[in-house]
Nanobody, 119 residues
């Protein structure tokens, strides 16, 4: 069983930046970030596969968000820049996708961290 702990959320003004971190308690083969705004479904944001280093992004965040990580530390980061009010959501870290990295079929999930972008 792998446990995930997110950190780095908070309140930021539009146009600002935040960096989220997620630490896993054990080895993983891929990690991702999802977000869920009030009244909306959880949606894919970004993912990384340790083998091959593939990185994947939702169209809505391409060019603004960067996913990175340190496999040996079992840690993944999400650098968010040029934030918009519509980025406001609870951001969830996930590990070990069972299929496509862009769907919510991951084996492990964190508890979520709130990101609020004010206009």
């Amino acid at each position: 069983q792998v446990q995930l702990v997110e950190s780095g959320g908070g309140l930021v003004q539009a146009g600002g930046s935040l960096r989220l971190s997620c630490a896993a308690s054990g080895r993983t083969y891929g990690m991702g970030w999802f977000r869920q705004a009030p009244g909306k479904e959880r949606e894919f944001v970004a993912a990384i596969r340790w083998s091959g280093g593939g990185r994947y992004y939702a169209d809505s965040v391409k060019g603004r968000f960067t996913i990175s990580g340190e496999n040996y530390k079992n840690t993944v980061y999400l650098q968010m820049s040029s934030l918009k009010p519509e980025d406001t959501a609870v951001y969830y870290c996930a590990a070990d996708p069972r299929g496509s990295v862009a769907v919510t079929t991951y084996n492990y999930w964190g508890q979520g961290t709130q990101v609020t972008v004010s206009s």
